[in-house]
């Protein structure tokens, strides 16, 4: 599907991946719209790109739904790209050294990495159900998720990412399956260490570490090269209901 003169919505877009493919998506010719919890933030993005920006915590279905009628409104029609880039990323153990149980984490984390994204997934699938295809293939529209390389080896402390993140990844056949009568593709990204803002706190020593078990090339991903790939997976009509690795061959070790 082409990007020019196109809609695209991103959540978590005020930063990090989210921020990138906002910009990648502008420069190759889309309206963006720029969601994320920060209005400030998301503001200051989409003046950038010459966006619109929209208040919305994902987990909260009606503030999703608002915003995708407010992107409508502003845009002149709902979104035919939707990258799910909004996320949390948590560490705690299963059974911490003292004792307590960190079950308020993991249902917060679950909340917001795979039900926020269930809940754009659905609210942008509905939208672009009404649209009219856009080619003899009958294409409404794409849906990006973002998972994680720990969905498939989650560190210790990364149950309950790995669990949320895994659950993005699983559902991305079923939806793909479902959506594809009304011409809409979905498909997830799982990044591998990036820099993002929740890398950036890293202790030199740490960053070192881990970027010397990255196989090639030996160094974190930069956010533009995960949104390198929506623009790939948005252009080719054929991706969809799989998951990508985008990680440089690495494999986490167990902590």
Avoid at 63 to 74: C, I, P, S
Avoid at 186 to 209: D, I, K, Q, W, Y
């Amino acid at each position: 599907m082409q990007i020019a003169d196109e809609i695209a919505l991103v959540t978590g877009g005020a930063s990090g991946l989210g921020a990138a493919t906002a910009r990648r998506l502008a420069a190759a010719g889309a309206r963006v719209a720029v969601i994320d919890r920060s209005a400030d933030a998301a503001a200051e993005v989409a003046d950038e790109i010459g966006g619109v920006a929209h208040a919305a915590d994902v987990t909260d279905e009606a503030a999703v739904d608002a915003a995708f009628a407010a992107v409508t409104t502003a845009l002149g029609r709902a979104p035919r790209i939707v990258a799910n880039c909004a996320g949390i990323g948590t560490a705690a153990r299963i059974l911490p050294r003292d004792g307590t149980l960190p079950i308020d984490s993991f249902r917060r984390t679950v909340e917001v990495n795979l039900i926020g994204t269930y809940i754009v997934l659905s609210i942008a699938a509905r939208a672009m159900a009404a649209l009219d295809p856009v080619d003899q293939d009958g294409a409404r529209g794409v849906i990006i998720n973002t998972a994680s390389v720990a969905w498939q080896d989650g560190q210790i402390g990364q149950a309950a990412y790995a669990a949320s993140k895994g659950g993005v990844a699983s559902l991305t056949l079923p939806a793909a399956r479902e959506l594809a009568r009304f011409g809409i593709r979905v498909m997830t990204v799982a990044p591998g260490l990036f820099e993002t803002p929740m890398a950036s706190g890293l202790p030199p020593e740490a960053r070192a570490a881990l970027e010397a078990g990255l196989p090639f090339p030996s160094r974190m991903g930069r956010p533009d090269e995960f949104a390198m790939l929506v623009q790939s997976i948005v252009e080719n009509p054929l991706l969809n209901g799989e998951v990508i690795r985008l990680d440089s061959a690495v494999r986490l070790a167990p902590k």
